[in-house]
């Protein structure tokens, strides 16, 4: 069979209708939070779009057919994100989130942990999962071999409960709607302070309702700017010994797989922030003439840049595909593709969006034009969902010393 990157009938739709949904709904993002100073207050202004895309389908998207979702594949929800992304990073941040929060569940719940924690968001998918991961210290380390490193949140089996203690920072989603948290956390911690994460990480669900769950502050990012990313404490959190996903030691496996999947993805976010910036740029150049006598687009080093910015979105968009695609017919097990995509992807990103800022000059960097807003958006790619120089290219690096590794299996999509 030869390689085909065309569109199924059913993804042209997807695409279609995303990118419909972007331009009347997600559109209206910007100026909604724009004059909102306090964090908590953009993201929860958010919610009626959120509420749009959950009418939209978006969040069953990422549930399964058992329980009522539509169970989209990685390849087709990344053709819906970067249609979503080119109007607004917020809501698809807030999305991807939940499916973070539910990542460990879906993949690797029981079925018995499958029919408590998944109906609730069929039954209302405004509802917020979060995944807490990053300790105040960073999560970059999570893995250290090292007992007295890495992840310092810690559950301590009494009983027929876990009882959790730690402090986590960028959770996204972790305030839930109303300031009182998510409707469903899943924690990353510890069952053992003695043991290294390879014998101890594990995967706890709590409900948000659990007792113990502080609200602990805020963090103000400066792009991303209705994506919310609070301080969790969990004080003596108790939930059930069944909450916890796997065993402990199964939590590195859970968390790579996840962050796999967002780093595919986050491919596509930055394809539609580098879209939005391209199209900013684009008719700047066919319109502006800079007091000169003809549009800037006429200049060779106007148009010689904007050929660039076109290739890097091009070239991003298709290493997407790829690496979702990779994820699919692997079923996860490839994780290289994603990886190198989410770095790549997210430099590009940051080039591209300076790039057209070079081309509109310093209007640029005013409220006259969307683009310094884009490149604030643009500088979390690389830096958040495993930092490319903390983590990513770490992964990268432990991939290459295996004795296992073979440099052709993504480019022959081989697991």
């Known amino acids: 069979m030869a390689i085909d990157f065309q569109l199924t009938e059913s993804q ?102 499958k029919r408590r924690f998944l109906p609730d968001f069929v039954e209302d998918g405004s509802r917020l999962a979060a995944l807490a991961f990053t300790e105040v210290t960073g999560g970059a380390n999570y893995d250290s071999p090292a007992p007295s490193a890495g992840v310092q949140t810690f559950a301590r089996l009494e009983g027929d409960e876990w009882v959790i203690n730690g402090a986590k ?36 669900m709590v409900p948000g309702s659990a007792q113990g769950i502080e609200i602990a502050g805020f963090l103000d990012t400066v792009g991303h700017r209705a994506t919310i990313s609070p301080r969790i404490h969990f004080n003596n959190v108790r939930v059930p010994a069944a909450n916890i996903v796997g065993k402990p030691g199964d939590g590195i496996a859970m968390v790579e797989d996840a962050f796999s999947w967002t780093a595919a993805l986050i491919g596509a976010a930055c394809v539609g922030v580098m879209r939005a910036a391209f199209d900013v740029a684009l008719k700047f150049a066919r ?47 490839s994780r290289e593709l994603a990886i190198i995509t989410k770095v790549h992807c997210s430099e590009l990103c940051v080039q591209a969006v300076y790039d057209a800022m070079r081309v509109v000059g310093v209007d640029a960097y005013t409220d006259l034009y969307p683009l310094a807003g884009l490149m604030q958006d643009a500088l979390c790619f690389p830096l958040y969902d495993g930092g490319n120089m903390g983590v990513r290219r770490r992964q990268l690096h432990a991939l290459l010393c295996s004795p296992a590794y073979d440099a052709m299996a993504g480019a022959e999509a081989r697991s």
Not at 32 to 46: G, Q
Not at 102 to 107: M, Q
Not at 173 to 198: E, F, M
């Open 287 to 333: 319109t502006d003439k800079r007091s000169g006598t003809v549009p800037v687009i006429e200049h060779q080093n106007v148009g010689f840049m904007l050929a660039d910015i076109k290739m890097r979105i091009e070239a991003a968009r298709y290493l997407t595909w790829k690496a979702c695609h990779q994820l699919d017919i692997t079923q996860g097990r």
């Open 169 to 204: 920072h960028y959770t996204t989603n972790g305030t839930g709607w109303d300031g009182k948290g998510a409707h469903l956390y899943s924690v990353i911690c510890r069952t053992d302070a003695a043991l290294p994460p390879q014998q101890s990480l594990a995967v706890i």
């Open 12 to 113: 042209k739709a997807l695409q279609a209708s995303a990118r419909t949904f972007a331009a009347e709904v997600l559109s209206k993002v910007a100026p909604t939070i724009a004059p909102i100073a306090r964090p908590e207050d953009r993201f929860y202004a958010t919610r009626p779009f959120y509420d749009a895309m959950v009418d939209a389908g978006f969040i069953k998207a990422l549930l399964p057919v058992s329980c009522g979702g539509s169970a989209l594949t990685t390849l087709d929800f990344a053709l819906a994100a970067e249609e979503l992304a080119a109007a607004d990073v917020n809501l698809p941040s807030a999305l991807l989130g939940t499916g973070l929060g539910l990542h460990a569940v879906l993949h690797h719940g029981t079925e018995e942990q």
